[in-house]
C-alpha cells in the first residue's frame, strides 16, 4: 500500500491547537478548551481542545477504521514511514525544542535539545526494525508446519504525563505503528503542543486515523480511553496511582497494559568515589537541570560514612554553581517546575525537611519569594542529609530537586536501604572497583542500573520498573515485540491427501 500524505494542519498557530483526529485538526465536540501556561513565567501561550468521552469515541473510531489496512502494510514500509518522520523531526528540531522549552520549563540548552533530538533518534531505531517482526516455526515433524506470525495488536490506547512529553510520546508511537498497529494518545494537559507538532510532522508520512492524539484532562478524557472497548492494548506512562487506575481498567476487559511509573531510584556511593567525576555523575543522576522532573532521578544518595562530608561539600559546590533561570537563555542550567500544584508539593516537602530538628540542611532551601525567581515555578536544589532511610523525604516520589543523603558504613545495610522501597525503576553505583560495581547491581532490586554513570535512556535498551514501578518494556526491540504484538500459532496437516 501507497503511504500518502495526508491533511495539512489548520487552525495551529501557537495559540490555538487542534487535537489530531483522523488526519484532521479538530476542536473538542464541546468546544471546551484548556489554557497552556508558561511556567517560568506564570502567563498563557496556548489554547487546546478540551477533549472528552465524544471526542474519544470519534478518535478510537478512526483507529478502528485506519487498523484495517495499516496492519496490512509490509512492515518494512511502515518502517519507512517511520524513518520518513525521523528525518522531519531532526530538520525541526530546534522548533520542537524551544515549543518543549516553552510549555515545560524545562532548560533548552541542557534538556529540550536533549529530547528534541533523541525523539528522532527514536524513530530511526524503530523504522529500521520492521524487518524484526519475526515468528518462529515448530518443529512438529515431517508432515506439519506450524509457524507464529507477529500479529498487531489493533488499536493502542495510550497515556503520556508531562516531565519529558515528546520522547515519551514517541515511545509509544514509534514501537506500536511500526508492529502495525495504530493509535489514541491522550497528552498531558500540562505539555501538550511538542506532541502535536510531533502529531504535525507524523502526519505527513501516515495515512489518516493511524495516530490520534487527543488533549485533555486525566478522568475527563484518559477515563473514556482506557475503557473503550475499542481500545486493544492500554499503554501509561505516568505516576503509580494513575498506573493503577490504568491497571484496574485493563483488568475490567482483560486488555494488555504496559506501565512506566514512578520512581525513588538510590546512588549508592563507595568511598574510592569520593571524586569530581562521580559528584558530576550525581548531579545528573538526580537529573538537577531537568528541576528532577525525572522519574529515574537518582533521589536517595547513600553515601559511605568515611566520604559524607567531603563528598557533599563538592556537591555543594558544583550545584549551587548551576545557573537558575529562564529557560529559553542559553546560559541557563536549570529552568522551572511544570507548574503551581507540584511547586507546592515541592515546597511542602522543603518546607517539612526544614522544619525537623533531626534532618539538616546542607544547602538550598525554599525558593527565593522576590525577584526574577519568583516570576515562575522556579525551585533550587536542596539537600537533606542526617536522617536514614524512613521519613517521608526518603520514601516519597517529590518529583522536584529534593536529595536526602544517607550515611551508610556496611555494603549489605546500604544495598537493604536501598532495595527498602516499592519503587525500582533506577539505580547508580559508583566506584572504581568494577566487581564491587557489578555485585551492587546485581543486588538492586531496579529495573536498571548504571554504574559510574547517570545518563538518560537510549533506544535499544530494555527499560522499565521492577515493584511498584511499572510492568512491561517499551524501549527497544524486544519491548516492541512483547508489548506492542501477539504471537498466533498457525498449525497445517500437510499430510491431507494419505489420511
Ligand atoms: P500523572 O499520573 O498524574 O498523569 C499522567 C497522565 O495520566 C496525564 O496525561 C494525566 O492527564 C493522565 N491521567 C490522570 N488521571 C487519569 C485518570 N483518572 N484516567 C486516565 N488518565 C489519567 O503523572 P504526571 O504528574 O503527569 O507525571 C509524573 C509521573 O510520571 C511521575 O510519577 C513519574 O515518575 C512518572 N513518569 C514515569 C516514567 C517512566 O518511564 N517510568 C517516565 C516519566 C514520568
Known amino acids: 500500500m501507497l503511504i500518502t500524505t495526508q491533511a495539512k494542519p489548520q487552525a495551529n498557530t501557537l495559540s490555538s491547537r487542534g487535537m489530531l483526529i483522523d488526519g484532521q485538526w479538530s476542536d473538542s465536540t464541546s468546544g471546551a478548551r484548556i489554557t497552556i501556561e508558561n511556567p517560568a513565567k506564570r502567563l498563557p501561550i496556548a489554547e487546546v481542545p478540551r477533549g472528552n468521552a465524544a471526542d474519544v469515541a470519534r478518535a478510537v473510531a478512526a483507529a478502528a477504521k485506519a487498523q484495517a489496512s495499516w496492519r496490512k502494510v509490509q512492515p518494512r514500509e511502515r518502517g519507512r514511514a517511520l524513518l520518513k518522520i525521523a528525518e522531519a523531526l531532526q530538520a525541526r528540531s530546534e522548533e520542537i525544542a524551544r515549543t518543549i522549552s516553552l510549555e515545560t520549563g524545562n532548560a533548552l540548552r541542557t534538556q529540550a535539545r536533549g529530547e528534541a533530538n533523541i525523539t528522532a533518534d527514536i524513530f530511526l531505531y524503530f523504522g529500521g526494525l520492521g524487518g524484526e517482526l519475526k515468528g518462529e ?23 503520556i504525563p508531562w516531565n519529558a512529553p515528546v520522547m515519551l510520546a514517541a515511545l509509544k508511537i514509534a514501537p506500536a505503528l511500526c508492529a502495525g498497529n495504530t493509535m489514541v494518545m491522550k497528552a498531558a494537559e500540562d505539555a501538550p503542543l511538542g506532541v502535536l507538532l510531533m502529531a504535525e510532522i507524523c502526519q505527513e508520512f501516515l495515512p489518516p486515523g493511524v495516530l490520534n492524539v487527543l488533549t485533555g484532562f486525566g478522568a475527563e478524557c484518559g477515563g473514556p480511553l482506557l475503557n473503550h472497548p475499542g481500545i486493544a492494548k492500554l499503554s501509561f506512562t505516568g505516576s503509580t496511582e494513575v498506573g493503577k487506575i490504568v491497571m484496574r481498567a485493563a483488568a475490567e476487559r482483560i486488555v494488555p497494559v504496559s506501565l512506566e511509573l514512578g520512581g525513588k531510584s538510590p546512588s549508592i556511593v563507595y568511598p574510592d568515589a569520593d571524586e569530581d567525576w562521580a559528584v558530576d555523575g550525581i548531579i545528573a543522576a538526580m537529573r538537577f537541570t531537568r528541576q528532577s522532573q525525572s522519574c529515574t532521578a537518582g533521589s536517595r544518595l547513600f553515601l559511605h560514612e568515611d566520604i559524607f562530608d567531603s563528598f557533599l561539600s563538592k556537591l555543594e559546590k558544583k550545584t549551587t554553581a548551576l545557573k537558575i533561570g529562564d529557560p529559553l537563555d542559553e546560559k541557563t542550567d536549570i529552568g522551572s517546575i511544570i507548574n503551581n500544584k507540584q511547586f507546592t508539593k515541592v515546597c511542602k516537602y522543603i518546607d517539612e525537611g526544614l522544619k525537623r530538628s533531626d534532618a539538616r540542611l546542607v544547602f538550598g532551601g525554599l525558593p527565593p519569594r522576590t525577584g526574577p525567581l519568583s516570576e515562575g515555578y522556579f525551585t533550587i536544589p536542596t539537600v537533606f542529609a542526617d536522617r536514614s532511610n524512613d521519613w517521608r523525604l526518603a520514601r ?41 560495581g557489578l555485585r551492587t547491581a546485581h543486588a538492586i532490586e531496579s529495573g536498571w542500573v548504571q554504574v559510574n554513570q547517570g545518563l538518560g535512556q537510549v533506544p535499544g535498551m530494555s527499560y522499565g520498573g521492577y515493584k511498584q514501578s511499572g510492568i512491561g518494556r517499551e524501549f527497544s526491540l524486544e519491548g516492541m ?10 498449525t497445517v496437516n500437510l499430510d491431507i491427501h494419505h489420511s
Open 396 to 436: 516519597e516520589e517529590i518529583f522536584g530537586p529534593v536529595l536526602v543523603a544517607i550515611r551508610w558504613n556496611d555494603e549489605a545495610e546500604a544495598i537493604r536501604m536501598a532495595n527498602d522501597s516499592h519503587y525500582g525503576l533506577a539505580a547508580y553505583v559508583w566506584t572504581h572497583d568494577i566487581g564491587t
Open 137 to 159: 516455526t515448530i518443529p512438529l515433524g515431517e508432515h506439519v508446519l506450524s509457524y507464529t506470525r507477529r500479529e498487531p495488536l489493533g488499536v493502542v490506547g495510550a497515556v
Open 481 to 490: 515485540l512483547d508489548s506492542f504484538t501477539q504471537r498466533k500459532n498457525v
